[in-house]
């Protein structure tokens, strides 16, 4: 049970790069989905010399979607 460090530590930095590759993708591609951050309840606001925006469906929706995906992948684990 007890592992060499190494062997942990090169698992963690290969979750870690799969991990940055797909968070990469997604910004790379994000801006080709016509409805990400534009859902009915993102908060824009303009003023004059200002603006303020706020997705929060958005994040909702993105919440929501990554707890789906870890849980997944936790029952899968079996850990």
Do not use: Q
């Not at 698992?11 to 994000?30: E, K, N, R, S, W």
């Not at 993105?62 to 899968?76: E, G, K, M, N, Q």
């Amino acid at each position: 049970m007890n592992e060499p460090v190494w062997r942990s530590l090169g698992l963690m930095l290969l979750v870690l790069g799969v991990f940055l590759a797909v968070a990469g993708l997604l910004l790379v591609f994000a801006g080709k989905i016509p409805f990400l951050g534009k859902l009915p309840g993102d908060i824009h606001l303009r003023g004059k010399n200002w603006s303020f925006y706020f997705p929060i469906t958005t994040c909702i929706l993105l919440s929501l979607f990554l707890t789906l995906v870890f849980w997944l992948l936790r029952l899968l684990g079996g850990k």
